[in-house]
């Protein structure tokens, strides 16, 4: 079973700012099935990427992503209001698994 | 417009059980693999269990092998899971997912999420 660990735990950013989450698999993730997603207070999360670089349906091209074995990385290119939430990683190589999420917050 | 509703959480005591369900529409059903996925208060997101969509192959997380039991019915466009054996540990947000691409894939649409508290 592949662990992600995401870094940082928190981002403290201004409107307008470039933000840059990470995420960092125990091994290989195949094809590079990994998938990221963003989750705000007292909602469910929404997909934004899968394949590691494809956007889902309805996302912003301010979101990328990026990355390849084990290190992956979700860019978020000039930060909206509405982008201050937590974002996992997941990995769907085998069973699934999720990073423990990056809070990314107003600084 | 894909809608999942999940419905049938509660408060429950240790060792109860529990059946929580979960009304898709929006899409053909019966065509896609369909999971459960967990977020205990306050923590990060867990996948439970996933079932396929013609195999009706069954997968879990450890944590709750031998315990709960996925289940659909593709003519009422149904998803459930049937949580036997409940501990505290198992007290979370559950969220009903639409799968994509795998049957173990990504989570490409979700429900609202039911919740389940397992207290005495």
């Known amino acids: 079973e592949s662990v992600l660990t995401q870094s940082p735990g928190t981002l403290s950013l201004s409107p307008g700012e470039r933000a840059t989450l990470s995420c960092r698999a125990s091994?290989?993730?195949?094809?590079?099935?990994l998938a990221w997603y963003q989750q705000k207070p007292g909602q469910a999360p929404r997909l934004l990427m899968y394949?590691?670089?494809s956007r889902a349906t309805g996302i912003s091209d301010r979101f990328s992503g990026s990355g390849s074995g084990t290190d992956f990385t979700l860019t978020i290119s000039r930060l909206e209001p509405e982008d201050f939430a937590v974002y996992y990683c997941q990995q769907y190589g085998s069973k699934p698994t999720f990073g423990q999420g990056t809070k990314v917050e107003i600084k | 417009e894909v809608l999942l509703l999940e419905s049938g959480g509660g408060l429950v005591q240790p060792g109860g059980s529990l059946r929580l369900s979960c009304a898709a529409s929006?899409?053909?059903?019966?065509?896609?693999?369909m999971s459960w996925v967990r977020q205990a208060p306050g923590k990060g997101l867990e996948w439970v269990s996933t079932?396929?969509?013609?195999?009706?192959?069954?997968h879990y997380t450890d944590s709750v092998q031998g315990r709960f039991i996925i289940s659909r019915d593709n003519s009422k466009g149904t998803l459930y899971l049937q949580m036997n054996s409940l501990r505290a540990e198992d007290t979370a947000i559950y969220y009903c997912?639409?799968?994509?691409?795998?049957?173990?894939?990504?989570?490409?649409?979700w429900g609202q999420g039911a919740l389940v508290t397992v207290s005495s």
């Open positions: 929006g899409f053909t059903f019966n065509a896609y693999a």
């Open positions: 997912a639409k799968m994509r691409q795998l049957v173990l894939g990504y989570f490409e649409y």
């Open positions: 394949g590691a670089s």
């Open positions: 079932m396929s969509a013609e195999t009706g192959n069954r």
């Open positions: 091994q290989s993730v195949s094809s590079n099935y």
